[in-house]
């Protein structure tokens, strides 16, 4: 829910921003007259409906064998499957890229395993967004350009669920936008807990939608998205 930076009360429907995110009551933006206090951009009016479709990592780095197995060898075709629909309805592509300043590191930024992977089907209208830690919000701009785009409604993608998936769902629930992740167009790699008990890729996935069912985010699947006249 958008907090107007003026008076402070909560916006429950109408609100105005600015290109850089500064948020405002209709009222404040009245008084206003139209002119962001904070940077002297133009405030405009933002639709409380708006949906984005973030794609998190899913880069060449995930292609090394090093990982180990991985379930939902179908996720990149559904997200591919999501994007197409997405974009026909207008609404907001957000492709996030992990980057690491480390030249050993598969995520070194420029390096050729960074990039998004080939298959990913790109368009040049899509926000890029780069992170550095596992929720895509932390030191971006991500929750300005939500914010000055009147969005509300997140739906997370892409790898991997247990890591950047689930921290950045679980915290696009507490700055207050209705999440949803995909369970078929996310995946995860078998993991090794503290005790050296393996837990296979399909179960570290499965366990990982269930901690956000509810609490954080509603799990969906492809079809319910395409079908289901969510978009």
């Not at 899913?58 to 974009?87: C, H, M, S, Y």
């Not at 689930?166 to 999440?179: E, V």
Request: charged share 20%; aromatic share 8%.
């Amino acid at each position: 829910m958008n907090q107007c930076l003026e008076c402070k009360k909560f916006i429950q429907n109408e609100w105005c921003s600015c290109v850089h995110g500064c948020t405002f009551c209709k009222v404040c933006t009245d008084l206003m007259k139209g002119v962001c206090p904070n940077c002297n951009g133009s405030l405009c009016k933002r639709s409380s409906n708006k949906k984005a479709l973030f794609v998190i990592d899913v880069q060449e780095a995930f292609n090394d064998p090093n990982w180990g197995e991985r379930n939902n060898l179908d996720a990149e075709a559904n997200i591919n499957k999501l994007l197409k629909t997405w974009r026909a309805n207008g609404h907001m592509v957000v492709m996030i890229t992990h980057v690491s300043d480390n030249p050993t590191s598969l995520f070194y930024k420029g390096s050729r395993s960074q990039q998004l992977k080939s298959s990913l089907h790109q368009d040049p209208r899509d926000f890029h967004i780069e992170k550095r830690v596992n929720s895509s919000f932390i030191q971006t701009d991500l929750e300005k350009l939500l914010t000055g785009h009147g969005v509300t409604t997140v739906v997370v993608t892409g790898l991997t669920t247990p890591y950047c998936v689930s921290t950045t769902a679980r915290m696009s629930a507490n700055l207050g936008f209705d999440t949803y992740v995909v369970e078929d167009a996310t995946a995860a790699f078998g993991l090794t807990g503290h005790t050296n008990r393996y837990y296979d890729a399909s179960t570290v996935h499965e366990v990982s939608l269930a901690t956000l069912e509810g609490e954080f985010a509603k799990v969906m699947t492809t079809e319910m998205m395409v079908k289901g006249n969510f978009v």
